[in-house]
């Protein structure tokens, strides 16, 4: 079934859409960590905001991405700006979140013991709460970025879509190698997603791991 | 904004209010409410669609993960079953089993199935194991059988974890079932990629303002009846794992 | 904004001066408000803040670093108001220890006691060297300590790493609430022994929070009793605190063992030491016999080579003859030094199997016995001297 000639023949293809694939993820995430800790920011102490705030990402989250797209593409056409607004759009509501939530989870008694201390407002921010509540911010990273790499799949609708593009061109060419060549990288990348970044974020928080004597 | 040339494939202006009264007209104009390509039957389709997956998934899912949940060995299982329906993205497996089932419902539906098994199973097992020790223990101190246990105090205390699984599952099959129509499936998105094909601006809107308010409506009916379960209002959503360890629950849809 | 070495060492008086915090819409009860607190602590002193639960103790603490600002009237430390000085600045000038502890778990052991001084923009160098110093001071090992996360140490352990991080900075001032809450009473007992030991070389000014009345007699030169609503009921010495309550409410806090509890302010060295027979092991046994049988106390005290003792033999037990042996030493009693409180030795006495207590140098070697009637004895004569 998979003729490695074909293989060999798109290998070009297949190292650009991949390039492509990775690029695109890269983005959105670094935008939606962006906009998410600006957002985090602003909303964070202020109970009237918060709600509205995630209640708009979690929206955002839950249209699904063919729609998004669909909605978008009168607007802002068949270009990569639309791809990412709909990628972007569905990271914020688990950055945003996991942020609060990381921020939400710092002590307590180390806050106090920040403050008495003499910490200043932003030394504390850098110092103790970000470091804090950086596992479930590297867990957020994490899930936004093994989603996004699924989503950008449903880009190639719109002639973006890294590997999607790849399996799109099989399927309406009858040609099942090109499918399950994308099918594979597809899922290898975001097994090696999912394992990497979950290895970095224990890499960056030693002490998480460090219990008993 | 630029358009990419070599892909004038929709008509589109730009112009926001032209297409929003192009899509108010679409959905006035009778005859998109007949007929197999009408509102109702497409509707109908992405909702018979789903809710089969679902149910289906569930059949499968739950009594498993009750079964390793209750046999307090599933934390490998769960992790894995997590990772791996993290990774496959709903869209690669939709294209990857038209050469195998061929196009259309029959590719369509185990698709979607094996999508929805994930959450489903994951949250059982995570629900089931996180109940309470020591009420699990009381339950036993009082003679009741492994079963019993399992029955009258596991899954009780479970239900909200294991409902949020079943939205989780629901909202993103109901997402998915939008990408049925790429091959050559029914539902709602049909509209989309149809006016994608035709460059019908109002016909792609008034797709996916139907897909949206279905999978919001999804959404909110799931959120509903978990809140009944635990009887009280809650302001965050939790379907989407904190942290993906041990027990991601999260699949990319 | 750090004081040149030279006087950094000198502590600072701390005053009150009608500090009044006041909540807004809140019952008094509970609330931890502080009505017109006037008190002054001298340079060098323990400060022990003493009351129930929603008696403004922990407000009055907190009011001094402003964490919390007072409602009116001020705080004045060497004179200075407080709230004249650049928050983060004064906050960095003193130690600060509560019950949580609040050590930051990303970070080391070493890293945590080297707050301050990373924040006074200390060398790293310069920073290493003192957080070993200061653990090493807390009784910790900084080889074994300084790498590890808070994670990883006991409770008794974190404590001793909060009471190093707050004197990182050399602060003339500590405030410490409730610091050894949270371990359990005999961890508690030592640590509140070795605090008491820094201090008698530290000589900060201290303010301590708890509303455990014996952990303030023991700690404290001056006690602060507040009662709820935040008024101050008495300030003075524990002795005069126990000898004459100001009013219902403190003689009532005080408690009814106030006798009991005057032997916390008392110390195994205040009384005469009553010698011991001994006998070393590979001793003959025949002389040691002899004097043991015309003893009072029915015990001979094993000592090693460096007059540490090792356990004591029964009156009977002693053969009429042949080399004494380590293993005829059949029991132990409880090991006081002379800062013991004799409250503290009571109630090791009464649990001892032999209730004698054997009390040793810092080296461990034997300097003489306590028993528990010597003890009764000497508070039957401290309640007749006070009147009581």
Redesign the interface.
């Known amino acids: 079934m998979i003729r490695w000639d074909v293989i060999e023949g798109n290998l070009p293809l297949i190292a650009s859409k991949l390039l492509e694939h990775l690029a695109l993820t890269a983005v959105a995430v670094g935008i939606g960590l962006a906009i998410s800790a600006l957002a985090a920011y602003f909303i964070r102490g202020r109970k009237r905001l918060v ?1 509205p705030v ?1 209640g708009t990402f ?2 955002l ?11 978008l ?9 639309t791809a990412e607004i709909a990628l972007v759009s569905c990271t914020l ?2 950055l945003t ?2 942020i609060l ?1 990381g921020l939400a989870a710092v ?1 307590t ?12 407002r932003f ?1 504390r921010l850098w110092h ?1 709460e970000l ?2 509540a ?3 911010i590297m ?2 990273i ?2 936004a970025t ?6 950008v ?2 880009t ?4 973006f879509g890294g ?2 593009q790849v ?2 061109r ?2 309406n060419f009858r040609n ?1 190698t090109l ?2 060549v ?2 594979v990288l ?2 290898a ?3 090696a ?3 990497g970044l ?1 290895w970095l974020g224990r890499a960056v ?4 791991r ?4 | 904004m630029a358009r990419p040339g070599g892909h004038p494939l929709v008509a589109g202006t730009g112009d926001v209010m032209a297409v929003l009264t192009s899509t108010i007209a679409w959905f006035l104009d009778p005859a998109h409410w007949t007929g197999v390509d009408g509102v109702p039957s497409r509707t109908g389709e992405h909702v018979i669609l789903s809710v089969l997956a679902v149910v289906i998934a569930s059949a499968i899912a739950l009594p498993a993960g009750l079964v390793v949940g209750h046999a307090d060995r599933g934390e490998r299982i769960a992790t894995a079953v997590a990772g791996i329906g993290r990774a496959v993205p709903s869209y690669a497996l939709l294209i990857l089993f038209v050469p195998f089932f061929g196009l259309g419902f029959s590719s369509a539906l185990p698709a979607l199935v094996l999508l929805a098994i994930p959450p489903i199973l994951v949250n059982t097992v995570t629900g089931i194991r996180d109940v309470d020790a020591d009420t699990v223990e009381a339950g036993r101190g009082m003679g009741m059988t492994g079963r019993e246990v399992l029955m009258d105090v596991e899954v009780p205390a479970a239900l909200p974890v294991i409902i949020v699984g079943l939205r989780t599952s629901a909202v993103q099959v109901v997402a998915t079932t939008t990408l049925a129509a790429l091959v050559a499936g029914g539902g709602l998105g049909r509209y989309i990629v149809d006016g994608f094909a035709r460059q019908q601006d109002d016909r792609i809107v008034a797709g996916a303002f139907l897909v949206a308010v279905l999978a919001i409506v999804t959404e909110r009916f799931f959120t509903w009846i978990q809140r009944q379960l635990e009887g009280r209002p809650g302001t965050l959503r939790l379907d989407v794992p904190i942290a993906p360890s041990p027990f991601g629950g999260r699949v990319a849809d | 904004m750090t004081s040149p070495p030279s006087d950094a060492h000198r502590a600072a008086t701390v005053a009150f001066d009608h500090a009044t915090k006041r909540y807004p819409g809140t019952n008094t009860a509970r609330s931890g408000a502080v009505q017109d607190l006037s008190l002054e602590v001298p340079a060098g002193k323990i400060c022990v803040l003493v009351g129930p639960s929603g008696c403004g103790k922990t407000t009055s603490l907190k009011m001094v670093n402003r964490l919390i600002e007072p409602t009116s009237g001020r705080i004045l430390i060497d004179g200075q108001d407080v709230a004249s000085r650049e928050v983060t600045d004064l906050r960095r000038s003193i130690g600060y220890v509560i019950q949580q502890v609040g050590l930051f778990p990303h970070q080391t052991i070493g890293e945590n006691v080297a707050t301050v001084p990373r924040l006074l923009g200390w060398e790293p160098d310069r920073r290493r060297t003192r957080s070993d110093e200061l653990l090493t001071l807390v009784g910790l090992d900084a080889a074994t300590y300084r790498d590890r996360y808070p994670a990883q140490l006991s409770g008794g352990e974190r404590q001793r790493v909060g009471v190093a991080r707050a004197l990182a900075g050399d602060p003339p001032v500590m405030l410490m609430d409730e610091p050894f809450g949270a371990v359990d009473p005999i961890v508690r007992e030592r640590l509140q022994n070795e605090f008491l030991r820094l201090q008698a070389d530290l000589a900060k000014t201290i303010l301590f929070v708890t509303h455990d009345i014996d952990e303030a007699i023991k700690m404290g030169d001056l006690v602060a009793v507040m009662e709820v609503g935040g008024k101050l009921a008495q300030f003075g010495t524990p002795e005069e605190i126990l000898a004459n309550p100001a009013s219902d409410f403190v003689a009532r806090f005080v408690g009814v063992d106030r006798g009991l509890k005057r032997l916390s302010l008392s110390r195994v060295g205040d009384l005469d030491l009553l010698p011991a027979i001994t006998a070393r092991p590979g001793d003959d046994a025949a002389e040691p016999r002899r004097r043991i049988m015309a003893n009072p106390l029915e015990y001979l005290l094993m000592i090693d080579e460096a007059n540490r003792p090792i356990g004591w033999i029964g009156q009977r037990q002693v053969p009429s003859g042949g080399a004494l042996s380590v293993l005829m030493a059949s029991a132990m009693s409880p090991l006081l030094d002379r800062r013991t409180t004799l409250k503290d030795a009571l109630a090791m006495l009464i649990d001892a199997e032999v209730q004698v207590g054997i009390v040793v140098d810092d080296h461990g070697a034997l300097e003489g016995l306590v028993t528990a009637d010597e003890i009764t004895a000497f508070r039957r004569r401290g309640a007749e001297g006070s009147g009581t």
Do not use: Q
């Open positions: 709600g995630t979690s929206l989250y839950t249209i699904p991405s063919l729609a998004l797209l669909a909605f593409v009168p607007v802002t056409h068949l270009s990569f700006l509501f688990i979140r996991n939530a002590p008694d180390a806050l106090e013991a920040a403050d008495a201390m003499g910490y200043g030394g103790v470091p804090l950086l596992p479930l867990a957020g994490r899930i093994v989603t996004t790499l699924g989503l799949m449903v190639a609708l719109i002639g590997l999607g399996m799109l099989g399927y099942d499918v399950l994308g099918f597809t899922v990348l975001g097994l997603a999912d394992l979950g928080t030693p002490w998480s460090a219990r008993g004597t």
